[in-house]
């Protein structure tokens, strides 16, 4: 005759019903392994994840299931576990589905050995199929949307070029015009072709800002490191600058450059950057001065543009130097790429721009470059 068991024998047999349906319905497999590394228990789990039955895998070796490439990872860990009772370890592997073929596993084992109940490591895994799945898929889709901007960045980079070329002979034959190489120009046909050569400058500045900036997307801006000497640095900008649109009133002021360290630099990347600041100072600079010095600093050189145009209000510094980001839109012109590529060509040599400007005030632009 069967005894009435008292309310905490019932408890006891309720916990133990309910850890038993969880461990029965749950969709990860637990597995309890011995010391040994032999399989002593499996969840009915195990068989729509892996293929088998629960007994087909007690008693053999979980190291003839896993992948080659890594089980010296998995016993690893698995020694790592067995270090002291209470240890929780995690791994990722591969295990061999019953078919052949190898199912992702992620694996967190707690070490139960002390346990006279357990007397094992518990293991309890969980498919990564679905994961690897979704990162192979945005590995796939990223080199896709890579190549794609490799592509577009070749195209623009070729079409940049083509339109320059003859760009360059329309503004050679606006320069015979103006020059009176076919005959006298009036005064009305003089301000035409002068209007006419002005925009066409505006479209090549325009075009080559595009193709420096396919360059720095595609990652081919070769570096032609050489000795450069700051005054003459300065002294090939002003002459390069000398067509440099300036407002009536408005002139370009190049200080005298003190004795400096001489700088191994890309001068035509250093002569992108003042170019790009000097066009804008031109182009917010109404009246007074830009000036145009040099100093030392650090371990490097900064060369400073002070302009006495609109300036910048505080709430626009933080974004100028992103791509087709202008202070009060696009009033002024252009497409917001100069101070884009000046930080991005200084970024990728070590140097710094700073800028501090305030409306009606003027604005400072300080380019930082290490001597070597």
Known sequence: MRTRSGPGEDQAEDRDARFRALVRYSSDVITVIGADGAVRLNTPAVTPLLGYQPEELVGRAVWDFVHPDDLATVQERFAAALAAPGTVVAVTFRFRHRSGHWVPLESVGSN??????????????????????????????????????????????????????????????????????????????????????????????????????????????????????????????????????????????????????????DAAKLKVVLKNLLGNAAKFTHAGTIDVRAAARRDGIEIAVVDSGIGIAAEHVPVIFDAFRQAGGAAHGGVGLGLYIVRRLLDERGGTVQVESAPARGSTFRVWVPVR
Request: no cysteine; net charge negative.
């Open 112 to 265: 139960r050995l002390d346990d006279p109940s357990v007397q094992g490591v518990v293991v309890n895994s969980r498919d990564l199929t679905d994961r690897y799945d979704a990162e192979r898929e945005k590995t796939a889709l990223l080199e896709q949307l890579e190549d794609a901007n490799r592509l577009k960045s070749e195209f623009v980079a070729t079409m940049s070029h083509e339109l320059r070329t003859p760009l360059n002979i329309i503004l050679g034959y606006h320069s015979l015009l103006l020059d009176g190489t076919f005959g006298a120009l009036s005064g009305d046909q003089h301000d035409a072709v002068l209007r006419a050569e002005r925009n066409a400058r505006s479209l090549l500045e325009l075009i080559s800002t595009t193709l420096d900036l396919s360059r720095l997307e595609s990652g081919r801006v070769p570096l032609d490191l050489r000795e450069l000497a700051v005054a003459d640095l300065f002294s090939d900008l002003e002459a390069e600058l000398r067509d440099l649109p300036l407002r009536p009133g408005v002139r370009v002021d190049w200080h005298p450059v003190p004795t400096l360290p001489v700088l191994v630099t």
